[in-house]
């Protein structure tokens, strides 16, 4: 179940991720800060790091950077339309600056993953991902989840067409139409 909160929470800060990124432009936001967490050994962090590299995390948030930094124009083009020009070559300098910046999400994923579990659980899962059903599970669970996910939301529309009808039937009995 661990393997479905990781990845989930992955995908929690994907999605945190775009939210994230529409500031109000006419002013400098407080940065909120960052979460603590716990102080693990630098083994198991370069554990959690390959394990990490092993499932392709990194594929979730390397667009990061380029994507805040869009977003982020597109939001200041908002209100300055006559900025157009200017905002794109300074997006371009502003991409070289914090180019590899995304490098502080992984960097953060692996303390989060070495908090949560210990250095030889993280070896451990090192080296079973190294067996055949560990590569088997890192190739077939994207698909496992997303075909899950896609489940999820049929049923849930179907579900919902079910509970609709229910609650018509429902007010009907109250003689209410709906």
Avoid: H
């Amino acid at each position: 179940m661990k393997r479905f909160s990781g990845l989930l929470s992955a995908a929690v800060l994907a999605a945190g991720l775009a939210l994230a990124t529409a500031p109000a432009m006419a002013q400098q936001p407080q940065l909120p800060p960052m979460p603590k967490v716990k102080q693990s050994t630098p083994a198991a962090i370069a554990a959690a790091k390959e394990i990490l590299a092993m499932k392709n995390v990194a594929v979730m948030y390397n667009g990061a950077v380029p994507g805040i930094i869009e977003k982020t124009k597109t939001g200041l083009l908002q209100q300055y339309l006559n900025y157009q020009k200017d905002l794109d070559e300074v997006a371009v300098v502003v991409a070289k600056q914090f180019g590899g910046s995304e490098k502080e999400i992984g960097d953060g994923m692996a303390q989060i993953y070495a908090a949560e579990f210990t250095e030889q659980e993280l070896k451990d899962l090192v080296t079973f991902y190294k067996t055949p059903l560990g590569q088997k599970l890192l190739t077939a669970e994207p698909t496992a989840i997303n075909g899950s996910l896609q489940y999820m939301q049929q049923w849930a529309q179907q579900f919902g067409v079910i509970v609709a009808g229910q609650f018509k039937t429902e007010m009907k009995k109250r003689g209410k139409d709906i």
